[in-house]
């Protein structure tokens, strides 16, 4: 963990807390039974802890400071350890207040079934942000949002998590309805479809599409001020480029 220059969109640069130097922090991917370990070095000059949400695993390694573990002063490293049993999508995340969230200390995590992960062409991860550093996606705000892509009935899967710390966003996408097959990491015996989703702080989604019409189409919060400003599209903001 350290204090990074942070630039969410051209020309707007902000002091980001970092997993790696980067925000959102590294996306950690493994599978079902796998043993994790995950040392963390704290470069900050504030003490943190680190939380495995929706994560099912030994109380001392919850990452929650003065309950389950000592605080992680600056400096000082800490090591986790635990075995990967919940599937689906998470996320961890510092558990020292919305403030250290909020400047970029949280990250996906991912934990492939031994049964298989969810079947698409395509895969996406957006982490959905609104503290200092702003209202980002995956840590960028539109213009500076990573478009997604995929062609004509390509079927697409997009992974949604709410890193807040502080608003729900009603997630929407144009073009095309899309169907929600899992929720905080369990996949759904009745998915079902919708074209806006609220996505609430530590939520998780899985949601799947096929684009029908080739184009520029928007994926983005529905809140307004989040998404929209006097001069254009900002902040919650991507694109989905569907090719013939």
């Known amino acids: 963990m ?11 640069v902000k002091q980001a807390y970092t997993f790696n130097g980067i925000v959102p922090g590294p996306t950690i991917k493994v599978n079902e039974g796998d043993q994790v370990r995950v040392i963390v070095q ?22 929650v400071p003065d309950i389950t573990q000592p605080h992680i002063m600056p400096g000082k490293t800490y090591t986790y350890e635990w ?8 996320w961890y995340h510092s558990h020292m207040g ?16 031994t049964l298989g992960d969810i079947a698409a062409d395509k895969h996406y991860t957006i982490e959905i942000g609104d503290g200092s ?8 705000s539109y213009p500076a949002t990573v478009p997604l892509t995929a062609a004509v009935n390509q079927k697409v899967h997009v992974r ?14 144009h073009g095309v309805p899309f169907q929600v097959v899992a929720q905080d990491g369990n996949k759904l015996a009745s998915p079902y ?21 080739p184009g520029k189409w928007l994926l983005h919060c529905h809140i307004f001020s989040h998404s929209e400003g006097p001069n254009g599209m900002i902040g919650l903001v991507t694109i989905v480029n569907v090719t013939p």
């Open 83 to 90: 075995t990967a049993k919940s599937t689906g999508t998470h």
């Open 42 to 63: 704290n470069d900050l000059p504030e003490h943190t802890a680190v939380h495995w949400h929706g994560m099912q695993l030994p109380n001392a390694q919850d990452g």
């Open 98 to 113: 919305g403030g250290q969230v909020g400047r970029g200390l949280y990250g996906a995590l991912l934990v492939t079934p």
């Open 160 to 173: 949604l998590i709410g890193t807040g710390p502080e608003m729900i966003h009603p997630m929407h996408l």
């Open 193 to 213: 479809t919708v074209d806006t989703l609220n996505v609430g702080v530590g939520q998780t989604y899985d949601i799947v599409f096929q684009p029908k019409e």
């Open 2 to 12: 350290s204090q990074t220059d942070w630039e969410v969109s051209p020309g707007v």
């Open 133 to 140: 550093n702003g209202f980002t996606f995956n840590g960028k």
